[in-house]
C-alpha cells in the first residue's frame, strides 16, 4: 500500500474543519430561527447533514470535533459574545438588527476566537468565507472582516501586538 502524502491528509483536515465551521453557523441559525435546544441540532446535523447527498450534490464530510466544539462554545459563551459583537459594531446598528445569518457567523467565529489556538487571521479568512457562501454577490465578506477584526483584537490582543 503506498504511503498517503502528507500534504493530502493536511487538504483534507482542513477542508473538513472548514465544512465543520459552516455546519456550526448553519446550526446557530437553525437553533435561533426554530428555536431549538443544542442537543437537538448537534444530534441532526451529525446524523443526517454531514456528508448528505441532495440531488445528486454531496455534502463535505465535516470534523465533528471541531463542530461540536465551535457549537458548544458558541452556545456556553453566547452572552459575552454578544457584547463583543455589539461593541464591535456601530452604535445605530445593534445586535438586533443583523441578519441572522450574519449573527451566527459572528457567534461561530468568536467562540473559535475565544476559545482555540489557531491563529486569529486563519479564523477570520475562514468565516469571511463562510459569510461568502451565504452571500455570494454581496459586499458582507468586508463587513465580516470589519467585525471579526475587532473581535479578534479584543479576545486575543497578543496575537496583535
Known sequence: MPNANPD?????????????????????FQMEAMGLT?????????????????????????????????????????????????RALVAKWPIGRLDPVL?????????????????????????IEVARAFFPEGKEGGFVNAVLDHIAREAKPDAFA
Open 103 to 127: 449573527r451566527a457567523v459572528f457567534r461561530a467565529a468568536a467562540s473559535e476566537l475565544l476559545t482555540s489556538d489557531t491563529p486569529p487571521k486563519v479564523v477570520i479568512t475562514e468565516y
Open 8 to 28: 493530502d491528509a493536511r487538504a483534507l483536515r482542513k477542508r473538513m474543519r472548514s465544512a465543520a465551521r459552516l455546519y456550526a453557523v448553519q446550526a446557530l
Open 38 to 86: 443544542v442537543d437537538k441540532v448537534r444530534a441532526e446535523f451529525e446524523s443526517h447533514r454531514f456528508g448528505m447527498v441532495i440531488d445528486g450534490v454531496e455534502f463535505s464530510e465535516g470534523n465533528v470535533d471541531h463542530f461540536r466544539h465551535v457549537l458548544s462554545e458558541a452556545v456556553d459563551r453566547q452572552a459575552r459574545i454578544d457584547q463583543m459583537i455589539d
